[in-house]
């Protein structure tokens, strides 16, 4: 039987529950654990596939086509594992299965409540990946803060789990915050009573306090912590604010977070965790070699977790190449073809980011126009790759109204356009091109170069795809569809030869990245950026010498 672990939050969010989870299931797995995450969210959203960007950041996509939350990106970065649809559950999700439920007949009559059905649903699934196997240990990861009203049927259900599973295979970990106060120069301990005395309240008594802070924690405060939140003083764990997410799992196994959890769970205690590639990789981060600016184009850059997976993207393919990647966010709206040049000339690369609707996009297209001009490099995701598509339509082609449909329905060159199957669908969630589809790259191709192979398996989420009618006049100017679905023949990346790399592809590679397997295509385009930075340095060298003569 599974064990099950639960991580809770208390006095603000955005804490780093996830980043915890994560880390402390990291160090489970390199104990030699089998060890899933999953997220339950709050929120009345069946999932975060309808979201506004700027309302909850990324929308993570998984292997088999569920639209969740950002935090199952950490999980498959740490853990190197893919997650599911069974790994996010939403109050929405939840709901919508009692009431089809109740609709059907199921309960019998009874009057449906919120004790026991919706909590014995949100307990059903909680227990459901325990339930085949292939797990040791369960982490669920209980979004928003204790003291939220939308939370309390969760809490009611760990409540009622820890009863029922007992308590040496079951434990919480609750997330706090303990503030330092600068004009006092002190840490402060009562946000912390107070939020494990409610959670206590509630009937759910943590096992585990980790504190987020930005000063260390001296003895006698955490026995201070440990006293009033009645916990034993190892278990009242440091989490100081770090350079790197990616250094919270060396700080969490200093602290022997991932011991205190055995020890409770009554599980072996052996070896240490080996993280030799993980401390390889964090080497490679701290000490780089070389350093390049990347532009990323979007429309949401004002929240950093928008582009959450794009970012961390990045983080690994840097590593990888011993090489500090800068990243510039230019918002696609602030794109003139007058400002262009002084917007992206310091440049080494520039990516274009997905995203839906029409603001921005003529902001794109000159930034994408710039980069096929100039041979900066140039990667382009999903909407970047259908704007490249655009741009090409327009400035070689010279089909000066060729757009996507999705911004001119009346285009006379539709060169992006609405897949067959999407043209009858109204209901916006969960009905696009989702997850997992295949991808056949041309031998001979800069995709294939790319990959080492010419068979791929790539994540989607779009509703729009490259419009086959016009792809023999693209190939005949010179853009060539690379790779392709071998079932519909949609393609799926486009490529310019002769360009340093001028890449689109139709999937999202950001989402399979992680620190052991970076994605190939980020990999590829930081190389191509840092021969680009060395080649501007040493013409701007000689320039110099030039001028010193």
Request: proline residues 5%; glycine residues 8%.
């Amino acid at each position: 039987m599974a064990k099950y672990i639960f991580v809770t939050g208390g006095v603000t969010s955005s804490l780093g529950k996830g980043i915890i989870a994560a880390s402390l299931a990291k160090l489970l797995q390199a104990r030699g654990f089998r060890v899933t995450i999953q997220k339950f969210d709050p929120y009345i959203n069946v999932d975060p596939g309808t979201l506004n960007p700027y309302e909850h950041g990324e929308c993570y996509v998984t292997e088999d086509g569920a639209e969740t939350d950002l935090d199952l990106g950490h999980y498959e970065r740490f853990l190197n594992t893919p997650t599911s649809q069974a790994n996010n559950v939403t109050t929405g999700r939840i709901y919508q299965t009692v009431i089809n439920k109740e609709r059907e007949g199921a309960y019998l009559g009874k009057t449906v409540q919120v004790i026991p059905h919706i909590t014995d649903e949100i307990k059903r699934r909680i227990l459901l990946l325990g339930k085949d196997g292939k797990y040791d240990i369960v982490i669920t990861e209980l979004g928003g803060t204790v003291g939220d009203i939308e939370s309390l049927p969760y809490i009611e259900a760990v409540r009622q789990l820890q009863w029922e599973l007992g308590e040496e295979d079951c434990l919480v970990v609750h997330l706090t915050l303990i503030p330092y106060l600068r004009a006092a120069k002190e840490l402060k301990t009562k946000p912390t009573q107070h939020s494990v005395r409610l959670l206590s309240e509630y009937g759910v008594h943590p096992d585990i306090i980790v504190c987020r802070t930005e000063e260390p924690l001296y003895r006698d405060l955490k026995k201070k912590i440990a006293l009033f939140c009645n916990v034993q003083v190892d278990a009242v764990i440091e989490a100081n604010d770090v350079a790197t997410i990616y250094e919270v799992p060396l700080e969490m196994m200093r602290e022997k977070l991932d011991v205190s959890v055995l020890k409770r769970l009554n599980l072996p205690v052996e070896k240490e965790p080996e993280l030799i590639k993980w401390r390889e990789f964090l080497d490679k981060l701290k000490y780089p070699k070389s350093k390049v600016t990347i532009g990323l184009i979007g429309k949401y850059v004002e929240l950093q977790d928008a582009y959450k997976s794009i970012l961390e993207s990045f983080i690994h393919a840097g590593s990888l190449n011993e090489c500090k990647v800068v990243v510039q966010n230019i918002h696609s709206e602030h794109i003139t073809p007058e400002n262009v040049c002084e917007k992206l000339k310091n440049l080494d690369g520039l990516l274009v980011a997905p995203g839906f609707g029409h603001r921005g996009i003529e902001g794109k297209i000159i930034a994408i126009q710039y980069a096929r001009e100039n041979l900066l490099p140039f990667f382009g995701i999903c909407l970047g790759m259908q704007m490249s598509v655009v741009e090409y339509a327009r400035n070689v082609l010279g089909w000066k109204d060729a757009h996507s449909v999705e911004m001119n329905p009346d285009t006379a060159h539709p060169v992006i356009n609405l897949m067959e199957e999407q043209k009858k669908i109204t209901a916006k969630g969960g009905t696009m091109r989702l997850g997992a589809y295949s991808c056949e790259l041309a031998p001979a191709s800069k995709a294939a170069e790319i990959y080492g192979k010419t068979t791929i398996s790539e994540r989607h989420r779009h509703r729009y795809e490259f419009n086959n009618d016009f792809l023999q006049q693209f190939e005949a100017a010179g853009l060539v569809a690379s790779g392709k679905n071998p079932e519909s023949g949609l393609v799926e990346i486009i490529e310019l030869p002769g360009h340093p790399f001028f890449v689109g592809s139709q999937f999202h590679p950001e989402l399979k990245s992680t620190v052991e397997s970076p994605a190939p295509i980020f990999v590829s385009f930081i190389k191509a950026a840092k021969q680009y930075a060395e080649s501007k340095n040493g013409k701007a060298k000689i320039a110099e010498e030039k001028v010193a003569q």
